[in-house]
């Protein structure tokens, strides 16, 4: 009898909190909608990536500072963010958030954390999503996006107006995702059976 390998353990699943699930609020389209003038009242509304939370925020604009709340949540707070304006290489100026926690330039803050405010991604611990997920499921994810692209049946076919070149480049991409799928399906059981010490060589 084969004598089993030495255990090598499991691999941990972690279960930290995503950025999908969470209200974003952000100053690209605060500045798009043209609402950052100091004065400006108002109210935008706020969606998580997964469409999960909805709400609406009403909001002040003064002259550095927005002060923010979420109509409806219970539990919300008045915040006040700082704004910050940096030079452009080419003229103009782009708007920050300071992060009130850690003081960081954001783009993005979100909400609600432990305070029932807004902070940044760091501070709250979130990750993104394809940061959680496997190899295989983010080959599975690229070749969704690349098939979109694509049209007919099987999403396979050229559309039209499409240059060839661009078609063929994203065959190219598409046939070389299909490729690491495969080779990841066929390790992935090997993996597996060394991480549990199951011997080489041994037939069921």
């Given at each position: 009898?084969?004598?089993?390998?030495?255990?090598?353990?499991?691999?941990?699943?972690?279960?930290?909190?995503?950025?999908?699930?969470?209200?974003a609020l952000d100053i690209r389209?605060?500045?798009?909608?043209g609402l950052l003038k100091p004065?400006?009242?108002?109210?935008?509304?706020?969606?998580?990536?997964?469409?999960?939370?909805?709400?609406?925020?009403?909001?002040?604009?003064a002259p550095s500072k927005l002060?923010?709340?979420?109509?409806?949540?219970?539990?919300?707070?008045?915040?006040?963010?700082?704004?910050?304006?940096?030079?452009?290489?080419?003229?103009?100026?782009?708007?920050?958030?300071?992060?009130?926690?850690?003081?960081?330039?954001?783009?993005?803050?979100?909400?609600?954390?432990?305070?029932?405010?807004?902070?940044?991604?760091?501070?709250?611990?979130?990750?993104?999503?394809?940061?959680?997920?496997?190899?295989?499921?983010?080959?599975?994810?690229?070749?969704?996006?690349?098939?979109?692209?694509?049209?007919?049946?099987?999403?396979?076919?050229?559309?039209?107006?499409?240059?060839?070149?661009?078609?063929?480049?994203?065959?190219?991409?598409?046939?070389?995702?299909?490729?690491?799928?495969?080779?990841?399906?066929?390790?992935?059981?090997?993996?597996?059976?060394?991480?549990?010490?199951?011997?080489?060589?041994?037939?069921?």
């Amino acid at each position: 009898m084969v004598p089993a390998r030495a255990y090598k353990g499991v691999r941990r699943v972690r279960c930290r909190p995503e950025v999908e699930h969470y209200l974003a609020l952000d100053i690209r389209k605060l500045q798009d909608y043209g609402l950052l003038k100091p004065g400006t009242e108002g109210s935008v509304l706020l969606r998580s990536a997964d469409g999960r939370q909805i709400a609406t925020a009403s909001f002040l604009i003064a002259p550095s500072k927005l002060r923010v709340q979420l109509e409806g949540v219970r539990c919300s707070v008045p915040t006040e963010i700082c704004i910050e304006r940096a030079a452009c290489p080419f003229g103009g100026t782009r708007p920050w958030f300071r992060c009130r926690r850690c003081n960081a330039r954001r783009a993005v803050l979100y909400g609600l954390d432990e305070d029932n405010s807004f902070s940044c991604r760091r501070c709250m611990g979130l990750v993104y999503r394809s940061q959680d997920e496997t190899k295989l499921q983010r080959l599975y994810l690229k070749q969704d996006r690349l098939e979109a692209k694509l049209t007919g049946k099987y999403r396979l076919a050229r559309p039209k107006g499409m240059h060839w070149a661009t078609f063929w480049r994203i065959s190219r991409n598409l046939n070389t995702v299909l490729r690491k799928q495969e080779h990841l399906r066929a390790v992935s059981p090997r993996k597996f059976l060394d991480r549990h010490g199951w011997p080489h060589g041994y037939r069921m």
